[in-house]
Every structure is written in C-alpha cells, then in structure tokens.
C-alpha cells in the first residue's frame, strides 16, 4: 500500500518534468518515464518501463527526448526496458519487437554538438538512425551511439559502447564492441 503510494508520487512528481505533446501509445510504467522534446514518442503495444526487483527502480527514472519537430522515438511491441534508460533522438531511433533492455542503457543518434571545434556549441549537423531490429537482447550497462543497425535476435553484452552496425544472429561486446560469437 505505502510502495504504491509512493510509487504514484513519483510519477507524478517525473511527470511535471515531461514537455512532449507527441507521445502515442501506452506502456506499462513501473516506475516513471519522463518524455521531452517537440519530435514524436510512438510506443507500441505490451511495453514495459522499468523492473521493481532491480537496482535504480527506488531512485530513477526514464529518460525518452524526440528532440527537434523532426526526430521520432519508436518502440514496437512486446518490449521489456530495465531501470535507467534514455534514449535521445535528433532524427530517428527505432526499437523493434520483442526486445529487450538491460539496466542503464543509452541510445543516441546524434553526437549533439558539432565535432568541428569551430562550431562546437552548434547541434551534430548529421544525425544518424538508429535501428534495433526484432528480438535483439541488450546487457546492463549498454551505450548505442548514433548510425547503429543491431540485427534481429542479436545479443550485445553488459558495458558494451556500440559504434558501428552488427548483422543478424551474433553476440556482441566490448568497447568498442565487436563480435565475440553467434547466436544458436
């Protein structure tokens, strides 16, 4: 009784922080979810935000930003997300279905500055989409940065940094990650 009260405060309290008049669909929100920016959040069906019996659920929140008019966070069905999750959106991030999430993971399209020291208080000039496709595992700890297509029913192991695209059936790791084996 206590934990749900204070669950909803929680809510309530993340959710005087969320800005976005874009968000579609409903999710199952175990904990709270804060939704920023001017870009469009679609969430599928089945998808769930957060897991009581894990670390950061009593003192975090996720963190979903479609950016600018232009960027767009997708989330397809049948998705399960862990504690303290972003993802942060200058163009395009889309999560397929049946995927599924680890504690503290990061996915960015963008660099969100320009890298040209010139022009460094500029925005990235050249965001780049984000794709994880079907029934793709991410471990604890993840960061996905920008231009990344992880392929369907890959796994990506815990403190991994993705930098480049993976293909179908493999199991990932490292930073920056590499292919370490193949799905069965």
């Known amino acids: 009784m206590i934990r749900d009260l204070c669950l909803k405060f929680r809510k309530l309290k993340y959710s005087f922080w969320s800005n976005n008049k874009?968000?579609?669909?409903?999710?199952?929100?175990?904990?709270?979810?804060?939704?920023?920016?001017?870009?469009?959040?679609?969430?599928?069906e089945n998808v769930q935000m957060g897991v009581v019996n894990s670390p950061f659920y009593h003192n975090s929140y996720a963190y979903l930003e479609a950016r600018n008019k232009e960027?767009?966070?997708?989330?397809?069905?049948n998705i399960s997300v862990n504690n303290n999750f972003s993802a942060v959106s200058e163009k395009r991030i889309t999560i397929n279905d049946h995927v599924l999430i680890g504690l503290n993971c990061k996915i960015t399209d963008s660099n969100?500055?320009?890298?040209?020291?010139?022009?460094?208080?500029?925005?990235?000039?050249?965001?780049?989409?984000?794709?994880?496709?079907?029934?793709?595992?991410?471990?604890?700890?993840?960061?996905?940065?920008?231009?990344?297509?992880?392929?369907?029913?890959?796994?990506?192991?815990?403190?991994?940094?993705?930098?480049?695209?993976?293909p179908n059936d493999v199991i990932?790791?490292?930073?920056?990650?590499?292919?370490?084996?193949q799905v069965k």
């Open 112 to 166: 969100f500055h320009d890298l040209n020291a010139e022009k460094r208080n500029q925005t990235d000039p050249s965001p780049q989409e984000v794709i994880i496709d079907r029934n793709v595992f991410i471990g604890n700890d993840v960061t996905i940065l920008k231009g990344v297509v992880i392929g369907a029913n890959s796994v990506i192991g815990s403190n991994s940094v993705v930098t480049k695209s993976f």
């Open 71 to 77: 960027a767009k966070v997708v989330f397809g069905n």
């Open 22 to 44: 874009f968000v579609s669909g409903r999710f199952k929100g175990k904990y709270p979810v804060v939704f920023r920016g001017q870009g469009e959040i679609i969430i599928g």
């Open 172 to 181: 990932i790791a490292g930073n920056p990650a590499r292919v370490i084996g």
